[in-house]
């Protein structure tokens, strides 16, 4: 998700409040950027709460029940962090 060239799918831009699970187990409401098939950028001006290839769980709130997905750490900037969906 680095490069444009290097996505797998198109990103969606969608802003939406998102339930963000860290490990060890602390609860983030987090502001979501855009989204694709296989990950979503979360703004997020605390670098500190996640590290490159942490596991975290991310999950919508516009939805109710919305699915909890599993996802990894795979970017971190200045404004936020990208997330890739971690289906296996």
């Not at 802003?15 to 060890?24: D, E, K, M, S, Y």
Request: proline share 3%; aromatic share 8%.
């Amino acid at each position: 998700m680095s490069d444009k060239s290097d996505r797998r799918h198109d990103r969606v831009k969608h802003r939406a409040n998102i339930r963000v699970l860290t490990l060890p187990e602390k609860v983030y409401v987090l502001e979501m950027r855009d989204f694709s098939d296989s990950g979503l950028y979360v703004f997020c001006d605390d670098e500190g709460i996640v590290k490159e290839g942490d596991s975290v769980e991310v999950q919508t709130l516009e939805i109710e029940d919305a699915p909890i997905l599993p996802s990894k750490v795979i970017r971190i900037d200045k404004t936020g962090f990208a997330v890739e969906f971690d289906f296996d």
